[in-house]
């Protein structure tokens, strides 16, 4: 058996070891970029706090090959790609009746 933090932990070092994989932290997705021609997703818009000074935020637009949403039920996905003109894909809930807990 293993804790979530564990797992967590392990999927990142991973993650790093692949050089094609980037991790960017303290920033905020506020929204979804298209491509060109308006047929994918392209990117992402982030916010950052500068740490020492709160006040000062910086928008960015980050191009990506693959975006994923791993928000979960907080997930802006739906709103962000209807401002784009693209239709939300449909949601399907699944009750698979199991729990979830961890402790160290």
Known sequence: MFSRDLLD????????????VHFLEGGTVTGLLANTQGTAIAGVSVRFRDRQNPG?????????????????????????????????????VINAFVGYATRI
Do not use: F, M
């Open 9 to 20: 932990r392990q999927i990142r070092r991973r993650l790093t070891e692949n050089t094609k």
């Open 56 to 92: 000062n935020i910086n928008e960015e637009n980050l191009n990506a090959d693959l975006v994923v949403d791993a928000s979960g039920k907080v997930s802006q996905t739906p709103k962000w790609l209807k401002k784009l003109g693209y239709e939300p894909p449909p949601e399907t």
